[in-house]
Nanobody, 121 residues
Framework: QVRLVESGGGLVQAGGSLRLSCSAS????????MGWYRQFPGKQRDLVAI???????VYASSVKDRFTISRDNANNTVYLQMTSLKPEDSAVYYC???????????????WGQGTKVTVSS
């Protein structure tokens, strides 16, 4: 059993910053990709940013140069530093991680419960 717990969402004014954190716990042998997705009301969940275990990031074009993803492999934690926030960044942000629970198992994707980010204009 794997659990992802997110924190750091909330209300911020346009132009402000927020930092999201997500920690994985439970039965973990290894974690490959960790990242963040967001979901607007009535829409599908979209990629925001992901980072490999080696630290290579990939960003959605809409957040590149404003958001920074990083991870702490020793603590199975991924962060999303969000700056220059815009009202259109308002969404529920979900943490995701591709986790292998034991050496004999394949990777499977786990999701956090989501944290709401609201950017006021």
């Amino acid at each position: 059993q794997v659990r992802l717990v997110e924190s750091g969402g909330g209300l911020v004014q346009a132009g402000g910053s927020l930092r999201l954190s997500c920690s994985a716990s439970g039965s973990i042998f290894s974690i490959n990709v960790m990242g963040w997705y967001r979901q607007f009301p009535g829409k599908q969940r979209d990629l925001v940013a992901i980072v490999t275990s080696a630290g290579s990031p990939v960003y959605a074009s809409s957040v590149k140069d404003r958001f920074t993803i990083s991870r702490d492999n020793a603590n199975n934690t991924v962060y999303l530093q969000m700056t220059s926030l815009k009202p259109e960044d308002s969404a529920v942000y979900y943490c995701a991680a591709d986790i292998r629970s034991t050496i004999w198992q394949r990777e499977s994707r786990s999701w956090g419960q989501g944290t709401k980010v609201t950017v006021s204009s």
